[in-house]
């Protein structure tokens, strides 16, 4: 997948992705509907979107029924529709793109355009969590917490968790740290739990707020600090992991 850094030249990579769409390559197509969706580069524009991912998606391209199913299922340019997200996040989710087997598996759980089902939505989002995808990870070890669809556990939640907030998706690091807080399925540790909730709030995730002042509370200065410095490498290191973003190689 394509690195986007804050020296990359966005405009130049419209032009290249518009001469290789237009000669029919459906990685090209994808990340031009991309760009389109989310206005990078260029003015926001869901109908070119949507054509670019329908050139793809006749070519079978996975990535393309993920994207297509993420506009049904948000009613972004299109009139929301669970049912035809659904269909879109199965076709991706056969064809083997992670972030639509983790729709699927949420489709599911949640009964959105599909008859609940908890089996098969732990069957998806295991699928998707052993190939590495965070959100996945995260929803999975949620199932083990609650203990729903598989038998509670959780330490299998603890690693789940910790194997998503490596990769920077910070709800599984505020769930993270409130686990080491607590000594939840690992052995308590406070500087390593406000580390990682702190991480979590560098990156904009304000939701273990009273975690952070507690943890604040209860650690002297010199240990508030040296958490602080491992808040930022822990910070830098998801961005190194998960900075590849949603487009396609």
Request: glycine share 10%; charged share 20%.
């Amino acid at each position: 997948m394509l690195v986007l850094g804050s020296d990359y030249d966005i405009k130049s990579a419209v032009a290249w992705f518009a001469k290789a769409a237009q000669k029919g390559y459906a990685p090209a197509q994808v990340n031009l509907a991309v760009l389109h969706v989310n206005g990078w580069g260029v003015a926001p524009d869901y109908g070119v979107a949507l054509s670019w991912l329908h050139e793809a998606a006749e070519q079978h391209y996975a990535a393309a029924y993920f994207n297509l199913g993420e506009l049904y299922f948000r009613g972004a340019g299109v009139k929301q529709d669970y049912a035809e997200a659904f269909r879109y996040f199965q076709l991706g989710a056969d064809g083997g793109d992670t972030y639509a087997q983790t729709n699927l598996g949420y489709l599911y759980d949640r009964g959105l355009g599909v008859k609940p089902d908890i089996g098969l939505a732990v069957r998806w989002y295991r699928k998707a969590a052993n190939a590495g995808n965070p959100l996945a990870q995260c929803n999975l070890a949620d199932l083990y917490s609650k203990g729903e669809g598989v038998p509670k556990d959780e330490a299998e939640a603890f690693r789940l968790y910790q194997a998503a907030a490596q990769k920077g998706h910070t709800g599984a690091e505020i769930q993270l740290a409130y686990r080491l807080a607590l000594g939840v399925g690992a052995p308590r540790d406070q500087k390593s739990a406000l580390a990682w909730v702190t991480a979590a709030s560098a990156a904009g995730d304000n939701r273990g707020q009273e975690l952070l002042r507690s943890l604040r509370s209860q650690l002297s200065p010199a240990e508030v600090k040296r958490a602080t410095e491992s808040a930022a490498q822990l910070r830098a290191a998801a961005e190194v992991a998960g900075k590849s973003a949603m487009l396609q190689p």
